[in-house]
């Protein structure tokens, strides 16, 4: 970093008795105090140099031998008047950009202009401060960084304008081309050069050079630098996105564990400290936020989740949540279920998540998922279909695009439909979790985007466990979201022996499952009609093996699922045999020829063993079954 001396005298500068004063042969007229502090001084060398101590002297008659001047608002303290006063004296003064800022505004307070005396201070530190100051990458951020104890006056004096426009146009300049200081232009160098050509492993690293240092500056400067970055439109908005990482890293960090701890506080001056530190926090993510880039994947899905999440824990206006969740559900298929769970603060919610905000962002996607249209359009006037045009190739270019816009919609669901049944799976063990929210976050997904719903029924089971006291028909409008056609054969065992499924999906099941193991196995050389009617009515084909088990998510030792006693199918039907004994079916379970439980439970424990009679007598129920409703 750069730096300047003035004055060749050395420092005779001491304090005694509570007093600063100069040691000198003459004897001192001049008493000034600043900030608390006494200065005993001389008139001469100041009043030659200051013109407003000069006006001030004349302004006020002497009363005794030292004249008093009281100097209370005078910025950068008593260290910018003693380095103003040494330079008066010739005392040997050094400037840098730690200082620069505090001595030019004491300066301009003093009124060490050039009318007074040619070569005064101001004029020497102008000359510094466009010479070498801004010339230099770390000296610009040092000087930016520190006009926040003086803010009116750097803005007066034009040194925080002028320092931004300086970063911002070291920023657009490549690295090589810019002053750094010894340490940091080394490391820039290791990174851009190899053997005298750019280093593809260090090249990202090397075009954001500068975030890491300018993740030093406060909020109010950094978004006022950032701004004058992006308006010079030279930097990718990848480069930004990670920059605004990088600054969030470093000022955000666990912000979950500073609210938990602040929220432990019962003094009144602990709980207004709480309130500031959360209102700064609240200020800089909001600002974050208004500098993230427009463009799809500048910013990592995580890092906008997190930025979510921090803006859940801290209550940031609602325009700064909704617009991180329409940012989230434009790359929603890169979420991790991890960083789905948003903790929930509101008071008029028990459940542990925000559910309702990644229910936003879930019908956000689906909405900017819609499908294009499936054929290019015609041209309405004969002649357009007869001449092959430019603006026809066009309309063929675009429709090329839509198709594959459109795959890539299709793709997304389907890992956003994974996504979110392992969400579901996770909020499913809140106990405060209502049915309505998990049906709903259930039903935003197309039935299309899971070939599977073996992680749905996962999440279905958890649900049923953490909530024992479900009634009938809750479990029954729970289950009603789950097709029992797409699980897989470990599922259907799994389900055939859950006693929490209601009875008509443990049928339905157990019956799906018998149809295609006999198809599959070679056991039944043909269905008999009404089944295979049943079949195709479901869009089934029993002769294509069923899909396996989702590995997707991780599954905790107490959900995973245990087929251990499902031997053979006696097992299965005991288990459908015991339901239907505790069941307690109502008016809606009724036949309307008055079939009751009695009759039901004796109709299927005369099952025969047979796989063709016990599908008949299966499909007999349903159809009973079907009567009823």
């Known amino acids: ?22 040691s000198s042969e003459v004897s001192s007229d001049l ?51 003693e380095l103003c006063a040494k330079f008066c004296y010739g005392i040997t003064i050094t400037l840098s950009a730690y200082n620069i800022v505090a001595a030019q505004c004491a300066a301009e307070y003093l009124q060490m202009t050039e009318d007074v005396e040619k070569g005064n201070l101001i004029y020497k530190l102008e000359v510094f401060f466009n010479s070498c100051i801004l010339q230099g990458w770390r000296d610009s951020i ?8 003086f803010p009116l006056w750097s803005e007066d004096l034009g040194i925080t304008s002028r320092c931004i426009e300086s970063i911002a146009s070291k920023v657009l300049t490549h690295p090589s081309k810019v002053s ?3 340490s940091h232009s080394r490391r820039v160098r290791d990174d851009i050069s190899c053997n005298g050509a750019d280093s593809q492993r260090h090249k990202s690293t090397t075009k954001g050079w500068w975030a890491e240092d300018m993740a030093e500056l406060g909020i109010d400067l950094y978004w006022r630098a950032m701004i004058a970055i992006k308006s010079g439109g030279k930097i990718p908005s990848n480069l930004i996105g ?56 500048d910013v990592s899905c995580s890092f906008l989740l997190k930025l979510l999440k921090a803006a859940n824990i801290l209550n940031a206006s609602s325009s700064s949540k909704m617009e991180l969740a329409r940012r989230v559900a434009l790359q929603l298929e890169e979420a991790r279920v991890s960083d789905l769970l948003i903790p929930s603060l509101s008071y008029s919610s028990d459940t542990l998540y925000d559910v309702d905000i990644v229910l936003t962002i879930l019908e956000e996607f689906m909405l900017q998922g819609q499908s294009p249209p499936t054929s290019p359009p015609r041209s309405r006037l004969g002649f357009e279909r007869r001449r092959r045009s430019r603006s026809a190739e066009n309309i063929d270019f675009e429709f090329q695009e839509s198709r594959r816009s459109s795959s890539a919609s299709h793709s997304s669901k389907l890992k956003v439909a994974k996504i979110m049944d392992g969400y579901l799976q996770e909020i499913a063990r809140d106990i405060n979790l209502p049915l309505s929210k998990f049906i709903a976050i259930a039903e935003k997904i197309p039935d299309f985007s ?22 009938k028909s809750e479990r029954k409008k729970l289950c009603r979201i789950l097709d029992c056609k797409k699980l897989s054969v470990e599922a259907c065992m ?30 039944v050389a043909e269905l008999p009609s009404n089944i295979k009617a049943l079949l195709a009515a479901h869009n089934i084909d029993p002769s294509r093996p069923p899909g396996t088990l989702s590995t997707t998510t991780s599954i905790r030792g107490d959900d995973q699922w ?40 004796k109709a299927f424990c005369a099952l025969p063993t047979g796989p063709k009679k016990m599908f008949s007598k299966l499909l007999s129920i349903n159809r009973s079954g079907s009567e009823k409703n």
């Not at 040092?142 to 104890?149: D, G, N, Y």
């Not at 389900?495 to 018998?514: G, H, I, S, T, Y």
């Not at 087929?563 to 459908?576: A, D, I, M, N, Q």
């Open 180 to 182: 750094l200081s010894h």
């Open 31 to 81: 008493i000034i105090e600043v900030k608390g502090c006494k200065y005993l001084l001389h008139k001469f060398p100041l009043l030659s140099k200051c013109l407003r101590l000069q006006r001030i002297c004349c302004e006020s008659p002497e009363t005794s031998q030292h004249q008093i001047i009281q100097l209370p608002d005078f910025p950068g303290g008593i260290e910018a008047f």
């Open 242 to 297: 990670q920059a605004l990482q990088i600054y969030a890293s470093r000022w955000l960090p666990n912000i979950s564990r500073q609210v938990k701890a602040n929220q432990g506080a019962t003094s009144d001056s602990d709980s207004e400290s709480t309130g500031e530190i959360s209102s700064k926090h609240r200020l800089l993510l909001e600002s974050i936020v208004s500098l993230l880039p427009s463009d799809k994947g």
């Open 1 to 22: 970093m750069k730096f300047m001396k003035l004055g060749s005298r050395p420092d005779t500068f001491y304090t005694a008795e509570s007093v600063r004063t100069v």
């Open 494 to 523: 799994h389900a055939a022996q859950n006693e929490k499924l209601p009875l008509r999906v443990v049928v339905q099941v157990l019956f799906f499952e018998q149809a295609r193991a006999a198809m599959a196995g070679g056991k």
């Open 450 to 471: 899971r070939l599977d719903h073996d992680d749905l029924y996962r999440a279905i089971d958890i649900y049923l466990k953490a909530h024992p006291d479900l009634n």
């Open 562 to 601: 245990s087929v251990s006693g499902l031997k053979s199918p006696k097992s299965r039907t005991s288990t459908l045999r015991m339901k239907l004994a505790e069941d307690d079916f109502d008016e809606y379970d009724m036949n309307p020829d008055g079939l009751g439980r009695s009759s039901k439970f």
């Open 142 to 149: 040092v000087t930016l960084q520190s006009t926040k104890a």
